[in-house]
């Protein structure tokens, strides 16, 4: 499953499994967030450990790119500005950007639709919406969680002027 879910620290997870059943669920397999984990994993029948997840803390100033990554950035700069965007309106943009990256990557299922539902979603776990723009529209988008302390990116997308932009690595 794509992306990670994060659970909302006051999530009753019985009565969200409850609903799912009543809804006619039979199953659910979930990769819970590293930071916002399960609050009651005890309530599935069955849970392991996915994969290991790498956090970067640091101060300002901490950061240090490839020199790929600063010549991409460049190219971004030269060819797009970003800004953070209001999350609740950015949703139809973002819905544009996913359904394309989706289509283009062959995703079936779930993960085809991980669309402006999905971000309307995530608003009250901390969602904040960054894009980069060309002369006249967005082309990259990335959805960024900040609960708390910590920030993360969710998900990124962006069209063929986009990647021809190098727009996601400003974004993501």
């Known amino acids: 499953p794509y992306p990670l879910l994060p659970f909302g620290a006051d999530w009753d997870v019985a009565a969200g499994l409850a609903a799912l059943r009543e809804a ?12 916002l984990g399960c609050p009651d994993p005890g309530r599935f029948d069955r849970a392991r450990p996915f994969k290991r997840h ?49 289509a283009r990557k ?11 539902d999905h971000a309307q979603a995530l608003l009250p776990l901390g969602l904040r919406v960054f894009a980069a723009r060309d002369a006249t529209r967005t082309i990259a988008m990335a ?26 690595e400003a974004v993501g």
Do not use: K, M, N
Not at 57 to 64: F, S
Not at 147 to 156: M, V
């Open 24 to 35: 006619g669920a039979v199953s659910l397999v979930l990769v819970a967030d590293p930071i």
């Open 54 to 102: 790498h956090l970067v803390l640091g101060g300002p100033g901490d950061y240090a790119p490839s020199p790929h990554h600063r010549a991409e950035l460049r190219r971004a700069a030269r060819r797009c500005t970003v800004a953070e965007l209001p999350a609740a309106a950015a949703l139809a943009d973002w819905a544009r950007l996913q359904a394309g990256f989706a």
């Open 106 to 116: 062959g995703f079936a299922g779930s993960a085809r639709s991980l669309d402006a």
């Open 143 to 168: 959805l960024w969680l900040h609960p708390g302390r910590f920030a993360w990116l969710q998900l990124a997308a962006g069209d063929a002027a986009g990647r021809a932009a190098a727009a996601g």
